[in-house]
């Protein structure tokens, strides 16, 4: 068996030994850079350790599972030789040599599945890095501007008055209104994201319309909106429809409108620049025992819904099961209302007395207004390409078997064209629902008391930002992660099983 010529060999040494030479001198620098300056901190001499004592013993140990392997180190591959057995004599060869035959395992250095591995390690290393880095950087500078670290401060009084917000008082503690802030974000995403969804699926279905009026309005609608700024879009609900529109300001020398029921002094609307206010049910005392009967009304539901299905299935009859559920359902929640003598009863809006206030009903302010229907409309135009895509990319097979079974445009998109559609469209959808979620805190353009606007008051106050910060991504983080879990739960729903 054929030797390697004494240069390759000394040269695959001299690599190896470069390496280690290389590894130590960065790890004892590492180390004795921190010694010198003084470090104290736990993590960073943990950190230095780990380049002193284990990156050279895990660069040694790869080196001698290499040689065993396969006889190769790392030294010897950039100098083209390996190591062989003859018998039990080990003999320096040369790796390209045709008489000496391939190692059946690849070294560590080229195996593609430690490379995947370490790839994966080293990019957790470097966040976590980096992490640590900037997390390192924001204590000190804390400390150098003898800032707070601890959250302390959401137990102390915020100070301003929040708008809308019933029941809460400038001395109540700043968690208080952050946790008012949360709920104002919340209702502004759910609304936002039912009207994004009912006005982008008519939307998205008008564009794929037959009458050319239709199609072409639906295209000007997205064509126009989806490519203006949501800050833009929001600013101009803000001011041009409510600050500076034609609704009638809210005191007693210009009331606001106020509609009527014929033959009755019961409002059902009131309307002005700051304040909109609709009816709403007031609770009375048995309340609980009728929401308890609604639960129990939904289970019976169920119930006939899957009576029905088993029905369908086993005699070949139409189910009707949305129908007979929901009949059933109405039925038995209106019996409960009638024996309960009414748990809920209707609340007019008024004007107060003084005429600055509604009195009862349900009002809301201009800055939701504008978040949620500029926010909506919005989002719409993006669900309404989204839909159309969609429907587009159903095989136009599918459409053609359903006009063959003589089903009705309408029963055609209901039974079978949005169903599959929705298996492409909710994906998308879910991401759109995320931007419109964090679009919400925009809201502050409009002086809508969303969580950024109650935080931003309150690190204008001097209470301490980064914390504050922090609780904000932490909010949002949640937000969409409970919509993004409910959405895929119901993706999940739609796929096809296999069998």
Excluded at 259 to 264: I, K
Excluded at 307 to 325: A, D, F, K
Excluded at 418 to 439: D, F, G, H, V
Aim: hydrophobic letters at 55%.
């Amino acid at each position: 068996m054929p030797s390697a010529p004494k240069p390759r060999m000394l040269l695959g040494l001299l690599i190896d030994l470069l390496l280690l030479a290389v590894v130590g001198v960065v790890s004892v620098w590492q180390l004795g850079l921190r010694l010198l300056d003084g470090y104290s901190d736990i993590a960073e001499l943990l950190l230095a350790w780990v380049f002193t004592a284990v990156l050279p013993a895990a660069v040694v140990t790869i080196m001698v599972i290499d040689a065993v392997r396969v006889g190769q180190t790392p030294g010897q591959a950039a100098a083209g030789i390996r190591t062989v057995h003859d018998g039990d004599r080990p003999r320096v060869v040369l790796a390209n040599d045709p008489r000496v035959p391939e190692p059946g395992t690849p070294a560590l250095w080229r195996d593609v599945r430690i490379l995947r591995l370490l790839g994966q390690a080293l990019a957790v290393l470097v966040v976590v890095a980096l992490i640590r880095w900037m997390f390192h950087n924001l204590i000190v500078k804390m400390d150098e501007l003898g800032l707070p670290k601890d959250f302390d401060f959401l137990d102390a009084p915020y100070g301003v008055a929040l708008r809308d917000a019933q029941g809460f008082n400038v001395r109540d503690p700043v968690w208080k209104a952050l946790l008012i802030g949360l709920q104002n974000t919340v209702v502004a995403s759910v609304v936002g994201i039912l009207i994004a969804t009912v006005i982008g699926l008519f939307v998205g279905i008008a564009r794929l319309s037959s009458n050319w009026l239709v199609a072409r309005g639906a295209g000007l609608y997205v064509e126009t909106l989806r490519n203006i700024p949501p800050l833009v879009v929001i600013v101009f609900f803000g001011f041009a429809l409510f600050t500076y529109g034609p609704f009638p300001q809210f005191n007693p020398s210009n009331p606001p409108w106020q509609g009527t029921f014929f033959g009755s002094d019961s409002n059902w609307i009131i309307v002005s620049k700051d304040r909109w206010a609709i009816p709403s049910l007031a609770s009375e005392s048995n309340v609980g025992s009728f929401w308890l009967l609604v639960a129990l009304a939904a289970l019976i539901a169920a119930a006939v819904w899957v009576s029905r299905t088993q029905r369908n299935e086993t005699t070949g009859e139409p189910h009707h099961r949305v129908l007979w559920s929901l009949g059933v359902f109405a039925v038995i929640v209106a019996a409960c209302f009638v024996v309960l003598g009414g748990p809920y009863s209707w609340s007019w809006p008024a004007v107060s007395e003084n005429g600055r206030r509604v009195v009862g009903g349900f009002s809301t302010n201009s800055g939701y207004m504008a978040l949620t229907l500029a926010l909506g409309l919005y989002t719409a135009s993006f669900i309404a390409e989204i839909i159309r895509g969609s429907i587009l990319a159903v095989p136009k097979g599918q459409a053609e078997a359903a006009i063959a079974v003589a089903l009705k445009p309408g029963q055609r998109y209901r039974h079978v064209v949005l169903p599959q559609a929705m298996r492409i469209a909710i994906p998308p959808y879910i991401s759109e629902c995320a931007n419109l979620i964090k679009n919400t805190s925009l809201g502050i353009l409009v002086a809508y008391p969303d969580l950024v606007l109650v935080a931003v008051t309150a690190w204008g106050i001097n209470f301490p930002a980064p914390q504050l910060i922090f609780i904000l991504m932490i909010a949002y983080l949640l937000i969409n992660l409970i919509v993004s879990g409910l959405l895929n739960l119901y993706n999940r729903s739609l796929q096809l099983k296999e069998r």
